[in-house]
């Protein structure tokens, strides 16, 4: 009888089949990465816009105040005022202070 020989087979690792596993699986993470970078970003627009326009609104919101600020602040209004509650004005007692004081 014959005798029956084993032959070992070598597993050779395939090089094409795990270069386009690392190829597909770099592609899906691009277009992931992709996609989330687009989201954020309009976000990001989004966000400037709204800050930009608060911007804009507080800006116009703070000239009107000034100007409000510039005529409560009058002189001839504040001695009006102070007369008709029956204040006078003693030059003496008068304090001047300069902006930055």
């Not at 690792?13 to 597909?24: E, G, K, M, P, T």
């Not at 687009?38 to 627009?45: G, P």
């Not at 007369?83 to 902006?99: A, Y």
Request: glycine share 4%; hydrophobic share 45%; aromatic share 8%.
């Amino acid at each position: 009888m014959a005798t029956i020989k084993k032959v070992k087979k070598i597993k050779r690792i395939n090089y094409f089949n795990c270069s386009l596993v690392v190829f597909l699986f770099s592609i899906s993470l691009f277009v992931a990465s992709n996609l989330f970078l687009r989201s954020y970003q309009t976000t990001l627009s989004f966000k400037t816009q709204n800050t930009i326009a608060l911007v804009n609104r507080l800006g116009a919101e703070n000239e009107a105040l000034e100007v409000e600020i510039a005529r409560l602040s009058n002189y001839d209004r504040i001695i009006a005022l102070a007369k008709e509650e029956g204040l006078t004005l003693v030059q003496g007692n008068v304090v001047s202070i300069k902006d930055g004081e």
